[in-house]
């Protein structure tokens, strides 16, 4: 038998229940647990703490009268797609994954601003999902709209498809991790 949902029903990994978002349906994902408060703040001042259990830490932040929630997902596609099942389930339908990322043009400097367009799926978690031959295409809108942001805001920035890989060393091509 199904168990009843409840508004106080605190999901297992990011310790947060429908309650502690006050209405929230947008979040913002950073990976780094150290970096979620920095993110609420940039949002809002007076962002509140709500909770941190293992590589899922969030903040509560007002926008224009909007509850946006900031909650890390570690590293990785396992981590991300048990944070991103668990905040649906607790009524958030947009999501904004930020964090860093290497670039292999030499135009693209330290700091600039990449808006993903789409992503090679070099991973196993999202074949849970979709099958892999399906593209990982960004929402149309949102990416015009960060692209504009990003030029009314003279923010250097750039455009294109992107690779993700469930493994951070090879998936990077970086193999010699452990020799002298």
């Known amino acids: 038998m199904k168990k009843k949902w409840t508004e106080d029903k605190v999901l297992y990994h990011v310790r947060l229940s429908r309650a502690m978002l006050s209405g929230a349906v947008t979040a913002v994902l950073p990976g780094d647990p150290g970096r979620v408060e920095k993110t609420a ?17 969030s903040w509560l932040a007002d926008l224009s009268d909007h509850k946006v929630l900031v909650c890390s997902t570690g590293i990785g596609g396992p981590s991300v797609s048990i944070c991103m099942e668990e905040l649906a389930n607790l009524g958030i339908t947009s999501f904004y994954r930020i964090g860093t990322t290497g670039a292999i043009q030499d135009r693209i ?19 849970h999902y979709a099958p892999i031959e399906y593209p990982a295409v960004a929402d149309f809108d949102l990416t015009l709209s960060l692209l ?18 469930d493994t951070f060393y090879p998936g990077q091509e970086r193999y010699d991790t452990f020799t002298s």
């Open 41 to 57: 703040r940039m949002i809002d001042p007076d962002a509140v703490f709500l909770v941190s259990n293992r590589e899922y830490t």
């Open 109 to 127: 400097k330290q700091g600039d601003l990449i808006v993903t367009t789409a992503s090679v799926r070099l991973d196993g978690a999202s074949t």
């Open 148 to 165: 504009q942001a990003a030029s009314n805001l003279d923010i250097p920035h750039h455009k294109g498809i992107s690779a993700s890989s």
